[in-house]
């Protein structure tokens, strides 16, 4: 079945710099690949998404770049601040787009 | 606009019992979808819901069923509890055709104990 592998698991990061965060996904019809946000006691939110027709997508301090033919895409945040401590999952679409499957999250941590 | 409402929001079980978890979508929102959530796991899907209709099952045993109302409210079930099943179990909405046509939108989730 569709699989979404994400590293790494924890990133620790002072603040100010940059952290990255990459997924692998392995059903090639995926055509959607979003990330989300989790707080402690919050149900995931949508931060960035991009599709399979786009290669690069920027919001602010948030970036995606998609790679389609390695099935890769990735998350880039700069100039971290502390409130960007939280969990970060990727997902992307199944084929029939009836379902996001998630990888299994990177822990952010960031030290001020 | 309220946002995904999920009840209860904690509860325990002993195994063997079984638990019914309810999900209020965004109004208007016609998908609902269910994540299991755990530590080692992440967010696993369970089941998406169009319309009354179920359109896809994630990987998990027969004791996971779920249903959708008319007003696009959801249920979900686990019978006869194991130790495995504790857990935040997530609903998400979703405002257009379904979870590849955009955001969705989470619940806070019903955290469950089975002891």
């Known amino acids: 079945g569709e699989n979404v592998e994400q590293h790494p698991s924890t990133l620790s990061v002072q603040e100010g710099d940059s952290a990255v965060i990459k997924c692998t996904y392995s059903?090639?019809?995926?055509?959607?690949f979003p990330w989300y946000k989790q707080e402690l006691g919050k149900g995931p939110q949508l931060i960035i998404d991009i599709r399979s027709n786009v290669g690069e997508k920027k919001d602010q301090r948030i970036a995606v770049t998609l790679n389609k033919t390695a099935k890769h895409f990735s998350l880039h945040i700069t100039e971290t601040q502390p409130e960007d401590s939280a969990v970060y999952f990727c997902?992307?679409?199944?084929?029939?787009?009836?379902?996001?499957?998630f990888g299994k999250g990177t822990t952010l941590s960031v030290s001020s | 606009k309220a946002g995904v409402t999920q009840t209860p929001r904690y509860l325990i079980k002993t195994r063997g019992q079984q638990v019914t978890l309810s999900c209020s979508p965004i109004s208007g929102h016609r998908s609902v979808s269910w994540y299991q959530q755990t530590p080692g796991q992440g967010l696993q899907f369970l089941f998406e819901y169009f319309s009354e209709t179920q359109r896809n099952k994630g990987n998990f045993p027969g004791r996971f069923s779920g249903r959708q109302f008319s007003n696009s409210r959801s249920e979900m079930n686990v019978s006869t509890l194991e130790l495995g099943d504790s857990a935040l179990y997530l609903c998400a909405s979703n405002a257009a055709g379904g979870p590849n046509t955009g955001e969705l939108f989470f619940g806070e989730g019903s955290r469950l104990t089975v002891l």
């Open positions: 997902a992307a679409s199944n084929q029939a787009g009836t379902a996001l499957i």
């Open positions: 059903d090639s019809a995926s055509n959607y």
